[in-house]
């Protein structure tokens, strides 16, 4: 045999549900400033605040601020 035991696919988006960082939607999903527009994009970060690329939004310190105008992590929203 050798064969892992396969996980049923509700199973997996169970899983999803309660880990949405670990949807690959959510991983890249961008998200903009309400207040200057400046969008923060996940595959590239913010290497200014030491940000490394790939860091989805939700993985960013609740410290961090827009680098365009200084707004909270709270003013932020997805875009789809």
């Known amino acids: 045999s050798g064969q892992g ?3 049923p696919e509700s199973a997996l988006a169970q899983i999803k549900g ?3 960082m670990n949807d690959p939607a959510n991983r ?3 998200y903009r400033c309400s207040v200057c527009d400046h969008v923060y994009d996940p595959a590239e ?3 200014e605040a030491g940000i ?3 860091t989805p939004f939700e993985s960013l310190p609740d410290t961090w601020s ?3 105008c200084g707004a909270t992590k709270a003013d ?3 875009i789809d």
Do not use: I
């Open 52 to 54: 490394p690329p790939g």
């Open 18 to 20: 309660h880990y949405p």
């Open 45 to 47: 970060g913010d290497p």
């Open 5 to 7: 035991a396969r996980v």
């Open 66 to 68: 827009c680098p365009e």
């Open 76 to 78: 932020f929203e997805p």
């Open 28 to 30: 890249a999903r961008k």
